[in-house]
């Protein structure tokens, strides 16, 4: 049996932060100073710290300042507003991060609203998503562009084909959908409400997989010899209170149909980190270039 061939993210992550190492090296000699990025989180959501020091880690590798903060719980909506604009007028910070999910008595949006778009290295500011919508260059929401950044490494062709978003939050869904259509693929969001969701998932040549909801893709919901990305990222416990990562993916019975489908992990969680580094840099360069 032919199985999938599977989109290693793992391995671009390590050569496009290899990239950016050198790019930095260069950057710091000539302007005196690294990129800078602030990671900034509310409270201590287990899952949030695994992905904060992640992201510090790739910093520090390919040698980005970190100006993390990290508040308690109960910071009011105030503080966190006003460590934002400090941060905006901070002429060593060139990316700001808020960590998402913010407590419930933040108001996530408001905050979101609050950074500055051209240090916005999530592109989830409204000018941001605004200008990927009418395709001028600005900073990409980093989930999808590591996903296309995925696509084109593997020389898949998007121009023509059918695809397929499941899922249509602001971080992932909706700019991966605009990005696809960027790049001449015709698309379709499905969502937890879509009727007849394997019909739609099986017309798909290039089936993104990002509803947030565990192994919810099946093997008779893909269509024979389809790319198959996988962006959940769901940890589930079994009976015996053994828990592990699993994507959005029935992933062994999928990998017998498909022809290219990413693993998780080490497909695009990697790359999404990636991207965020390479945001750090391209809002550095736009104010050194």
């Known amino acids: 049996m032919d199985y999938a061939q599977l989109l290693d993210g793992k391995a671009l992550a390590q050569r496009i932060q290899s990239q950016l190492k050198d790019r930095v090296d260069q950057l710091r000699s000539t302007q005196g100073r690294p990129p800078g990025l602030a990671v900034l989180m509310v409270g201590d959501n287990p899952a949030s710290a695994a992905y904060v020091r992640n992201k510090e880690r790739a910093c520090a590798k390919v040698g980005i300042a970190s100006f993390g ?33 913010v407590p419930p008595h933040l108001d996530a949006v408001s905050l979101l609203h609050q950074i500055h778009p051209d240090k916005d290295v999530d592109g989830l500011h409204p000018l941001n998503l605004g200008r990927l919508v009418r395709g001028e260059p600005g900073l990409r929401s980093c989930t999808p562009a590591g996903v296309m950044s995925l696509l084109r490494e593997y020389s898949i062709e998007l121009k023509g084909k059918q695809a397929v978003v499941v899922g249509r939050s602001i971080l992932v869904g909706k700019p991966m959908a605009l990005m696809l259509l960027e790049a001449d693929a015709t698309v379709t969001m499905a969502h937890s409400r879509s009727q007849n969701l394997t019909e739609v998932t099986r017309s798909a040549d290039i089936l993104i997989a990002a509803a947030g909801r565990p192994e919810l893709i099946a093997a008779d ?16 416990t079994d009976y015996e209170g053994n828990s592990r990562l699993v994507g959005d993916v029935k992933f062994d019975s999928v990998r017998e149909v498909a022809k290219f489908l990413t693993p998780v992990p080490g497909g695009v969680g990697p790359m999404t980190v990636t991207m965020l580094l390479q945001n750090t840099v391209l809002s550095y360069t736009r104010v050194h270039a």
């Open 69 to 101: 903060r990290h508040f308690p719980t109960n910071i009011s909506q105030t503080e966190v507003e006003q460590t934002i604009r400090t941060l905006n007028q901070d002429p060593l910070v060139d990316g700001i991060l808020l960590q998402l999910p």
């Open 221 to 236: 919901m893909v269509k024979p010899k389809a790319v198959v990305i996988d962006v959940g990222m769901n940890r589930i």
